[in-house]
């Protein structure tokens, strides 16, 4: 069982930069591969960016990449996502999720633990 904690949303301005966390409890961090998804209002969550295990892989939305990088601190069972160069079109509520597994996916049902979320407004 893992639990998922969100943090570093905010209300920023176009062109900003934030830095989301995800704290995750339990000792067996660095068994998951970690994925953050977003949901806008009246749109599906969709797929942000994940990565392996050891950090070794990342993987990106095409409408984020090259603006949002995922890292991890598996000493301090920790996920992020730098997110750079914000456009009001990445509004929405952000989720991290934990998948007990080596492969990474960028699809919801691959992962078995989501955070509660975090509320990330740009404003143009």
């Known amino acids: 069982q893992v639990q998922l904690v969100e943090s570093g949303g905010g209300l920023v301005q176009a062109g900003d930069s934030l830095r989301l966390s995800c704290a995750a409890s339990?000792?067996?961090?660095?068994?998951?591969?970690m994925g953050w998804f977003r949901q806008a209002p009246g749109k599906e969550r969709e797929f942000v960016a994940a990565?392996?295990?050891?950090?070794?892989?990342?993987y990106y939305t095409d409408s984020v990449k090259g603006r949002f990088t995922i890292s991890r601190d598996n000493a301090k069972n920790t996920v992020y996502l730098q997110m750079n160069s914000l456009k009001p079109e990445d509004t929405a509520v952000y989720y991290c999720?934990?998948?007990?597994?080596?492969?990474?996916?960028?699809?919801?049902?691959?992962?078995?633990?989501w955070g509660q979320g975090t509320q990330v407004t740009v404003s143009s």
């Open positions: 990565i392996s295990r050891s950090g070794a892989s990342t």
């Open positions: 339990g000792r067996t961090f660095s068994s998951y591969a």
């Open positions: 999720a934990a998948r007990n597994a080596i492969v990474v996916t960028t699809t919801l049902g691959g992962y078995d633990y």
